[in-house]
Every structure is written in C-alpha cells, then in structure tokens.
C-alpha cells in the first residue's frame, strides 16, 4: 500500500505501556509496513522498555524508527515527547527517571518544573484527551490553554512545540480538533495529527479493555470510567487520517516534518566503565598484564605465557582491560569477605579469567577455546557470570552500589510476562468469574501446554461450558496475553554500571526492593545496544557448600573444598550409582539415568554428563550414541578424519559449543573467531542470511582442504541441528567443580551436607522432605523442632541434624532469631513461659505446638493448644492463675502427628508414609522400589509409591516421567502420552499412586512403563 500523504504516526503503544498497549512492537511495525510508512514512533508510558527491540526490528522491516515517551506530569496530565538527537535522548531518560523515582514503584509523577531544566533535543506534542491543554479546552477554559501552550512554547521552543490533535469520532471531538486548531494559529505554532495507538486492530480494543482492568484490579461491568468508550485507538492508513482530517491538511503533512527531524538512533558502542584506580604508574591494561604475571611467575610455562599474551593482546585490542579489573575487584572483595564465589559461562575459557581468579578452571587443562569468549573477530561485550554464595550475594551488589554510587550502577530489568496459569487468573478476574472456578482450572493446566484450546485439564474443570462464548472468549484472550508482559521484574544479579550517570545513557526506576534500582532494559536489549551487564548471580549450592564446610571446620582440620583434587574413587564411585539427590546439576531423575551406565571415574566425565542432559544433545539425538560408545556397543567415528582432535574426546559426537569452533577450524580453516561468528548464527533465530554466508565460507574451506562436498554438507547440517541448543564445556566445566565438592561432602560428611542443603532450601531438582528422606536412608538422623534445643535453622549436633525454628510454616527469619534470642541461655520450662518470653503471635505459637517443637514437655498437643487458649500473655498483664475446668482431650495419633508435622514442616521426620502402607501392599502383591530391582526387563509389576516428581519436558513428545518414593528409594514410571490422556486426571490430583505396567532395565537403571495409574487409596481394604 502506497502513502501518498506522507502521513507518519507519531503517538504509539505497545505492550511495553504494560497493561495498557495490546500490542508487540514488531506487530505496530508489521502494520506501518503495510501501509508503505516509512517511519513509525513509538510513545510508551513514562518508558523506553521496549526501545532497542523497536530499533532492532524497524531495520529489519526498512522503517524508520522515531523514539519517544507519553510522560505523567506531577498533575496526572498526560505529554508526548519525541527525540530529535543524542541530546534529545539523554534528556528524555533523565526525564523519565526523575517521574519514576517521584512516584510509587510501576508508577511516574514527573516534578513540577521539571520540563523547564530538560527540553533540548526534544519535540514536545501537546498529547492526547489527559494532556494539559486539552483538558482545559475541554472544560472551555480558552485562557488557561493559552497560558499552557505559551509555556510549553517557551520551553520547547516554537519550532518544537505542536498542538496535538486526535479525532476518535467522540462527540465531542470535532469542536476540540477545530478548539486545538484555533489555538495553535492564535499561538502562532504548528498542529499535528495523531491517533494515540493502542493496539493494531480494532478487534483488540477488548483486549485492551481486559488489560486496564486487570491493571486497576477491577472486572469489566465497574470499570466504564476507565475504558476507552470505542475502538478507533489502532493504528490507520493515511487515506483514513486524511478523511478525518480533511479541514486540517497541515495536521497531516506535519508528521512527515517531524519524522524528518527525529534522526536518532541507539548506537552506544562500548560502554564508559567507570576507571578502576590502578597503581601510580600503571594504565588500566598495564596493570591487567601485571595481574596475570602475579599469577605465574617468571618461571611460567611456555604455553601458559603464549595464551596469555595472546588473549592480553585481543583485551587491550578490545578496549576491555578496565572490564577485567572491574571484575576483577568484585571477586577480589567477596573473597576478602569470606564470600564464596565462582565464575562461569564462556568465561571459563579464558586464561586471564583463570588467573584473575574470576573462573575456577584452567582452560589450557580442558582444551578450552578462548574464541568463544572473545575475539578480534567478535570484539562485542564478554559474557562473565559470577556465583555467589546467594545469603550474601547483597552485600556483593551493595558493594558495587558504595564504590560507584547509586546513580552509576543499577541492576537489569526483567519483564514477568502473562502465562497459561497466570493469564487465567487475571482475565478470568476481568471477566468477572469466580475465583474458586479459576483457580480450579488454573490448577488444572499442564505447565507444558502449547495453547489453552486442546487443553484436556481445562475442560475437566470447565465440565462441558468450554462450547460456550463466555469461555471461549477467555481461552482467546488468553492466548493473546500469552508471553506479553505484565509488569516490570528485577534481574536475578545483573548489573550496569557506567562512568557516567546511567540516566544520561538509560532511564532508572526504583524496584520494589529497598535500595534497589533498575534500568529500563532487560539483558537482551543491554546487549543488543552493546552495553555491559555484569551478573552478580545467587547460587544456593555455594551457600549450602559454605555452609556444610563450616561445620565441617568446626569438628575437623579441613581447610576448603577448593582445595580437593578431583580424585578420589569413592566421590566417582557414590556418583556412578546415582547416589546424587542434592549434588549440584546431577541429581534430577534424568541425570539418575545416565550416570549408571556412563560410570564417571574422571573430572573430565563429570563435564560430560552435566553437558549431556541439555536440550542440544538431547534434540540432536546425541545422547545414546555417546553412552553406547562409551560403553563398546558401538564403534567411534569421525565424519572425516581430520575431525578426530576436536571429536576424539567424545568420541566423536558433538556435545560443547567449543566444538562447533574446533570443527570450523579443522574441517573448513575458520579461524576462532569466525568459528565463533558461526556458532552464535547458528543458535540466532533469525539469522538466515548470515548463516547461508558462513555456509559458503564452510564448504569453501572445507573444498580447499580436501573434503568431499558430501561430507562437507552433512558436518554443517549437523552443527546446525545441534547450534541452536549447544551448551559450552567450559559452563558446564565451572559446574562440574561444585558437582565434585557437593559430593564429596556427601560422601564423608554427610550431616554436614544435609544441613547445610536443608538451610538453603528451595534449591536443586527434590524437595525438603525427600533431602530429608535420603537423609534418613544414609543414617543420619534428623530431629524434630525443638523449642529449647533447635535454633533458627538446622545444626548438626552429634552427627544428627536438628531442625531449625525456620522449618515452622509462618516462622520466618526474623520471628526464628527473636525465639534464639528471648532463650538465652535459660531454657524454657512450660507453654506460658515460653509466650510471656517470646511474645510471638498466638497464631506461630500454634504452629509450633502442632509441628511438635513443644512436645519435650510432656503435654499432648491438643492440651497445649487448650491451654494456649486460656493464656493473656500480653506485656505487662500479670501472671496470674487461671482456674480451669479440665476437659478429657484425646492424644494425637501417630498419623495426625505425621499429617500436622508434614503440613507446618514440609518433611517427613518419622517412619516413610509408605511404610504404613507396606504389609498391606505385600498382601497384595505391590512391589516397592528395593523388589523391582529384582525383577527381569519386560515383566509385569505392580508398584506403589508417593509421587515427588512429574516432568514433561518439551523434549519428550508427549512422554511424562513421574518419580515415586518408598521407604527404600525411588521407582522411575514412564508414561507414554495415550496412557497420560487416559489417567491424565489420576496423575494430576493423586499424591500415592498404584502403577502397573512393564519393567524396562538397562543395567543398573530400572524403568516402568505404565499401562495402568490409580490412587492407593483405592488399593486398601476398608
């Protein structure tokens, strides 16, 4: 479609005005494109969220990208502004960071006369039915628009200042087109059209609707106030703009003069790190140099003093030698603070990391490719993601913030976006369903679902109202809503710290934690505009490994796990029979599957296996041909022998990113860096162009060397088919340190390993209550709260661990130190003493009593509770008598001691609950997980188990795996999809189950493939 008016819109929304726009970026593009516009401006609330994105997906669509915001004015009226150049932008996010940080968070009050201090650079429209002017037009106050406009006029100047004009065919809007018109001209200043797009088509005005209730918490039939009372804010043609505003055709022609004049473009390059202050004498990278020969020595050895001159020489290159030393005083503190920490991701293949000591691994140790990191090929901003301890990962991120200050560092933004379950909830809410129906069909949903409409578990719960319009509706908006954003998340530990004030380059919000801050970018708009995110990551394994060494320390000379050598056949041992719940990355029932018949014995094939159960290998079907390789059932081959050196580790089968490079190398003569070049295409989604040009380089090299076209051919498309999920050695290599700490604790400490995974929880792929079963099965004892011999959290006391006051649902830190603290060292000697001392609500109190942590005198909980009931404990009442009648209560029985200890607890401290089903379950010829062990592949059992797991991973093809717990260990049932659409609801609501199915073994690994699920319940006698 041709433009022949030229018409341009200027006052545009997307999804990123959250809960206010419709609509994605590209999708307003999509529809400018269309309509043959060749610039588009974007005007989110009071954000630039969805800039880069903007930017990004106008080249790719030949328009011509025109930033902007709707800012809030400290009155709630509403102003457009636009960027003209790089002025313009670094005002409009100084701006927009002084509304955010004047108002709630997710909310902007820009201070009054704030305009005044920021308006080069800038083009300001008088903005929509809520900006200034035209609400005093509306209420006829001729005067008071006047007044406004003139100040407006001497901010922005009378080139940059126009009368924004919108016709949405309201009945008032002609009169308040030809109002604003009138003003303009007795002002002597230009008008311009806009349509204050929300959404792409007219159809998604509802949508529209359904996002601002949910954004003011309100259902449609009371929120008449709020709506817009049409559909006509979507984006129009120029034919349909012209005829509405046919009286007015320099409203028109006005938008292309605006166009014209916004020629910004985000271009950052390398970000202004602020200047680490290096030694009298030394430049950034003449003390990075200096660093590294620390490290080593004169004495290093000739390969170690060629990698690092090699990679010292692309850093300095690069512009990268403050980054280092950045990075570098990061770790340095969290060390000298007794913070535990690591680097990891591409990181790890390089030697200068290593010596820095920002990366445990020795890349020349792993045949590590530091092209994959960096290069003078890919001279972008290096991935470098450290792991600290995650209990005192704050005082890393407060550390950064004291020695740059609040106004250079902040942390990367995140978008929480609408899912099935969540999305639900929220229309459902706006549509105005009951919420106990909502969250019943909430709950019923497949995590793993593609869409809503074949949804098995909605229409259960729907019970045959799906074929009707109200449903059908809230499946289509839901659908819709589907990976929009909702509202604005904080980045688990990236951070963005710069020389200058990150408001002169970004806008900043406050997040909803104190002392916390967010720019308006999440990681993967910081990185498409080129500036460097460092991630300051929370790993609960190092907080548990932290924790599990201190009280090792404490009973033993052990100094550090750092300083294990990766060695001993036992650790390997214990791992090779998947005795693994709570070791790092090799726990999950997958892992569990493999680790029997790949058998590490070696570091090196602790890297394997983590690197095997990813997607890549997995989609790639690289998996059993590694295993079956390993084990002598197949032979090895190369695709060509002059892959042998890059393949032969895993035999040859691709399973790291650094092989993509290493075969670029050997096979076509890439260089790394354009090995690189293309492993990064490869795993791009939309990098077609740039594939196909690698490609030809590919097959080019590869032809000079020798190799066939054929072979050639069939080495790309395998790099192609496993690109897109590759998973680096040198990740996977940092991993594996912790893999082999983690399991050596374990194996000769495991109070202590227990202890310290149970004071760190959630964590890891199992829940408390099974860390706490596998405790129990490798005899190490745990005990139940108790109010004078637990502490705020669990402690190994002779071996046994006790449980913490932290376990107790509803006593949260503070409430578990108060109970330490009014303990002292006198103990407490009955229930009234304990509130008088404590002071802790009646409902924790209750709590306690019910988890058993008051049992030790010698009262029946339902006593306690009843005496709980007489007690005033209020400070400053006396203690007085209280004359009761007493009443004959009946004692717990063990089972409601289990129930009531499992529900306030979340673990199991006495007998396995199967075990009160076992002699039953024998009588009837049901296996546990110790008989099945024992039974031949293919036949036919009968097994019971307390499910703990259930997986679907997209990977499966319909195949679930649930996990069931006995007294013994665990029983892995497989459940082909027919059988899971048949038991589909069993499986779902069912917390025992009965499985009968076919015993499928391979080796020491024992499968069940389901025919047949039920609840246990119904397999007892009455």
Known sequence: MTNPSGYVEL?????????????????????????????????????????????????????????????????GHHLTLLVRDTTGWRNLCQLITLARHNAHKGEARLPRGALEGYPTGLIALSGCRNGEVMQALRRNEVERAREIALEYTQWFGRDHFYIELQ?????????????????????????????????????????????????????????????????????KDAPT???????????????????????????????????????????????????????????????????????????????????????????????????????????????????????????????????????????????????????????????????????????????????????????????????????????????????????????????????????AQLVSLCNALDGTPRHLGIHNGGMVVMDTPLAARLPTEPATMSD????????????????????????????????????????????????LAFDDPAVYEMVSRADTVGIFQVESRAQAQVLPRLKPRHFNDLIVSISLIRPGPVQGNMVHPYLRRRLGEEPVRYPHQLLEPAL??????????????????????????????????????????????????????????????????????????????????????????????????????????????????????????????????????????????????????????????????????????????????????NLADFCRRTQLPQRLVENLILAGALDGWGKSRRQLLWDLGTLDYREGTLDLPYEDDPVPLTEVTDLEAREMEYSLLGVMLHEHPMGLYRQQLEAQGILGSRDVTRRASKASVTVGGMVVVHQAPPTAKGFHFITLEDENGFLNIVVRPNVYVRYRKVIRETAFLIVEGDVERQGLIVNIVARELRPIMRSMPS
Request: net charge negative; aromatic share 10%.
């Open 11 to 75: 006052h545009s929304h997307s999804y990123f005005s959250l809960l206010d726009g419709a609509c994605a970026p590209e999708a307003l593009l999509d529809k400018a494109a269309l309509y043959g516009m060749d610039a588009l401006a974007l005007t989110d609330h009071d954000a630039v969220y969805g800039a880069v994105r903007f930017q990004k997906a106008a080249r790719e669509r030949g328009i011509h990208p025109i930033f902007g915001a709707e800012l809030t004015l400290y009155d």
């Open 167 to 235: 016709n949405h065919l309201l009945p008032c809007d002609k009169s308040l087109v030809a109002a604003g018109a009138a003003l303009a001209d007795w002002a002597g200043i230009e008008y311009v059209t806009t349509n204050n797009v929300h959404y792409v088509e007219p159809e998604q005005h509802f949508l529209q609707d359904v996002l601002v209730c949910i954004r003011h918490n309100t259902v449609l039939d009371e929120s008449e106030h709020l709506l817009r009372p049409n559909s006509e804010c979507y984006l």
């Open 648 to 829: 032969k580790e895993t035999l040859g089968v691709i399973l790291f990113q650094e092989q993509v490079l290493k075969v670029a190398r050997d096979l076509a003569g890439f260089t790394g860096g354009q090995g690189e070049q293309l492993r990064r295409a490869l795993s791009a989604k939309r990098a077609t162009d740039e594939i196909e040009r690698l490609r030809s380089a590919f097959m080019e090299g590869a032809l000079t060397k020798g190799v066939q076209k054929s072979v050639a051919d069939l080495v790309f498309n395998a790099l192609r088919a496993f690109g897109g999920y590759s998973f680096p050695k040198s990740h996977a290599a940092a991993f594996a340190v912790l893999v082999y700490q983690s399991a050596w604790l374990k194996k000769y400490h495991p109070a202590a390993f227990y202890c310290g995974l149970l004071n760190n929880q959630p964590m890891g792929f199992w829940s408390p209550a099974v860390v706490v079963n596998d405790a129990k099965r490798h005899r190490v004892q745990v005990l139940p709260v108790h109010v004078n011999a637990s502490a705020s959290r669990c402690v190994v006391r002779n071996e046994a661990i006790r449980l913490g006051f932290n376990y107790v649902h509803g006593i949260g830190a503070e409430a578990s130190q108060h109970i330490e603290t009014a303990r002292g060292d006198v103990l407490f000697n």
């Open 516 to 563: 916390r801050y967010v720019v308006q970018w999440d990681k993967d708009s910081l990185e498409d505009a080129g500036l460097i995110k460092i991630d300051i990551l929370g790993l609960r394994m190092l907080s548990a490994i932290s924790d599990a060494v201190q009280i090792v320390r404490e009973r033993s000379n052990l100094d550090d796990v750092s300083v």
């Open 241 to 471: 703009m012209a005829w509405l505003f046919a009286q007015y055709p320099d409203a028109i022609s006005n938008t292309r003069q605006i166009a014209e004049q916004c020629q910004f473009r985000l271009d950052f390059s390398l970000q202004d790190l602020p200047q680490f202050p290096t030694p009298e004498g030394f430049s950034a990278h003449g003390y990075l140099v200096s660093l590294c020969q620390q490290r080593f020595g004169i004495d290093a050895p000739s390969n170690v003093t060629r990698q690092l001159d090699h990679e010292l020489s692309v850093i300095e290159r690069a512009g990268l030698s403050n980054y280092f030393l950045v990075v570098w005083d990061i770790v340095r503190h969290a060390r000298e603070q007794g913070i535990r920490c690591q680097g990891r991701g591409s990181a790890a293949n390089s030697l200068v990391a290593y010596v820095l000591g920002i990366s445990p691994i020795n890349p020349l140790d792993h045949d590590l490719v530091f092209e994959r990191f960096l290069s003078d090929e890919r001279q972008v901003v290096p991935d470098i993601d450290i792991d600290f301890d995650a209990a005192r990962r704050e005082e890393v991120i407060q550390y950064v913030y004291s020695r740059y200050g609040y106004e250079h560092a902040a942390m990367a933004c995140t978008f929480v976006t609408f899912r099935a379950r969540s999305s639900i909830r929220d229309v459902g809410k706006a549509l105005g369903m009951p919420p106990e129906l909502l969250d019943r069909m909430s709950s019923a949903i497949n995590p793993f679902a593609d869409g809503l409409e074949d949804e098995p578990g909605l229409r259960e719960a729907l019970g045959g109202r799906e074929v009707s319009v109200v449903w």
